[in-house]
């Protein structure tokens, strides 16, 4: 394993991650449409696509899969991908080689209810846990990474031992989300225990939740003392989150940002110009949702948008709310 460290970037084999600001895997959201939204507002090193699953993505299309499209610009792209027992994930992996996935991710610490039924996400057991992760490890000369929670309670000892298995087992970076296994988003996210994995282990370390703003930012990085910064629903709100953040804190050079209306309808020509007509509104109702929160009365958007029955009424809607809105 070939991990070095600077300031600003990291290095994981084949792959430079500079600076080290992640958007995190989201269903629904981090697609290609919101990756390239974030390669034009600057400042993300790292995407990650969102989950995928072993079983389906042999036989997915990428020419018409919505969670396969992807332009050369949305780089370094590490595709996350959750396994459940009994699931073969060799032929997934090829598949990722085929993609040009710069590196692969393994979700172990997503709660949602389909991963119940397969066992897989925070779902899965230790042991076939380290089965995984050693055939992928044995399958591919890609960066390996893994994003786990704090655990099923917090017990520092057993946290420990877990993020040093997946290191013996070949993970070349750890993903932390600061919560537990069963913890919601309205609970405090626990910056401070991402400390003690980033203190046992030797590859690097991205913290993960709550992080909205730059002043979040300096905070979680100094609480966890980690080497990068993953966000999720921040992007979504703001996508020029992270070129705030690596302004401030990798003093990156950023241009100034469009007009929040401006930002909005990039983001639907570029849902148009990546996805098939049928994928587009799903996609802006559960993006506006998020963006909505950078108006005071952005409820009435939400809703609007909620409401549209094609992607031109809801680009309409919207348009006659930033019309009264002064942004
Ligand atoms: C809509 C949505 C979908 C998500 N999908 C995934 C996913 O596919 N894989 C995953 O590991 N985590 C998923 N997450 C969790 C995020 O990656 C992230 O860990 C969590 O939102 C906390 O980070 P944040 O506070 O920056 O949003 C999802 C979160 C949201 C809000």
Not at 43 to 55: I, Q, R, T, W
């Given at each position: 394993?070939?991990?070095?460290?600077?300031?600003?970037?990291?290095?994981?084999?084949s792959?430079?991650?500079?600076p080290?600001?992640?958007?995190?895997?989201?269903?629904?959201?981090?697609?290609?449409?919101?990756?390239?939204?974030?390669?034009?507002?600057?400042?993300?090193?790292l995407?990650?696509?969102?989950?995928?699953?072993?079983?389906?993505?042999p036989?997915?299309?990428?020419?018409?899969?919505?969670?396969?499209?992807?332009?050369?610009?949305?780089?370094?792209?590490?595709?996350q991908?959750?396994a459940?027992?009994?699931?073969?994930?060799?032929?997934?992996?090829?598949?990722?080689h085929a993609?040009?996935?710069?590196?692969?991710?393994?979700?172990?610490?997503?709660?949602?209810p389909?991963?119940?039924?397969l066992?897989?996400?925070?779902?899965?057991?230790?042991?076939?846990?380290?089965?995984?992760?050693?055939?992928?490890?044995?399958?591919?000369?890609?960066?390996?990474?893994?994003k786990?929670?704090?655990?099923?309670?917090?017990?520092?000892?057993?946290?420990v031992?877990?993020?040093?298995?997946?290191e013996?087992?070949?993970?070349?970076?750890?993903?932390?989300?600061?919560?537990?296994?069963?913890?919601?988003?309205?609970?405090?996210?626990?910056?401070?225990?991402?400390?003690?994995?980033?203190?046992?282990?030797?590859?690097?370390?991205?913290?993960?939740?709550?992080?909205?703003?730059?002043?979040d930012?300096?905070?979680?990085?100094?609480?966890?003392?980690a080497?990068?910064?993953?966000?999720?629903?921040?992007?979504?709100?703001?996508?020029?989150?992270?070129?705030?953040?690596?302004?401030?804190?990798?003093?990156?050079?950023?241009s100034?940002r469009?007009?929040?209306?401006?930002?909005?309808?990039?983001?639907?020509?570029?849902?148009?110009?990546?996805?098939q007509?049928?994928?587009?509104?799903?996609?802006?109702?559960?993006?506006?949702?998020y963006?909505?929160?950078?108006?005071?009365?952005?409820?009435?958007?939400?809703?609007?948008?909620?409401?549209?029955?094609?992607?031109?009424?809801?680009?309409?809607?919207?348009?006659?709310?930033?019309?009264?809105?002064?942004?």
């Amino acid at each position: 394993m070939t991990v070095k460290l600077d300031r600003n970037r990291l290095v994981l084999r084949s792959c430079t991650i500079d600076p080290p600001l992640a958007l995190a895997p989201m269903v629904g959201l981090s697609h290609s449409a919101l990756r390239l939204l974030i390669v034009e507002l600057g400042g993300a090193g790292l995407f990650f696509s969102e989950m995928l699953s072993v079983g389906r993505l042999p036989s997915e299309n990428e020419n018409i899969s919505p969670y396969l499209s992807r332009t050369p610009a949305e780089s370094p792209l590490f595709y996350q991908i959750f396994a459940g027992a009994g699931q073969d994930v060799l032929p997934a992996i090829d598949r990722l080689h085929a993609l040009n996935a710069q590196g692969i991710d393994l979700n172990l610490g997503c709660p949602a209810p389909a991963l119940r039924k397969l066992g897989a996400g925070s779902f899965m057991g230790d042991k076939l846990i380290a089965a995984t992760v050693r055939t992928i490890r044995s399958a591919t000369s890609l960066p390996l990474s893994a994003k786990i929670r704090l655990g099923k309670t917090l017990d520092e000892k057993s946290l420990v031992s877990f993020c040093k298995m997946l290191e013996d087992e070949g993970i070349d970076l750890l993903t932390v989300h600061g919560r537990l296994h069963g913890e919601k988003f309205c609970r405090k996210v626990r910056w401070d225990w991402i400390a003690k994995v980033k203190k046992s282990v030797a590859v690097p370390v991205i913290a993960n939740g709550g992080i909205f703003s730059v002043a979040d930012a300096r905070k979680c990085l100094h609480e966890s003392c980690a080497d990068g910064l993953m966000i999720g629903r921040g992007a979504a709100v703001r996508p020029w989150i992270f070129a705030e953040i690596a302004q401030d804190l990798y003093g990156l050079e950023i241009s100034k940002r469009p007009s929040l209306t401006e930002i909005y309808f990039r983001f639907i020509a570029l849902l148009e110009a990546r996805f098939q007509p049928e994928r587009r509104l799903g996609r802006l109702k559960q993006f506006t949702h998020y963006y909505a929160e950078n108006f005071a009365f952005g409820h009435h958007l939400a809703t609007g948008v909620q409401n549209a029955d094609s992607i031109e009424e809801a680009s309409d809607t919207a348009g006659k709310f930033f019309e009264k809105s002064d942004k």
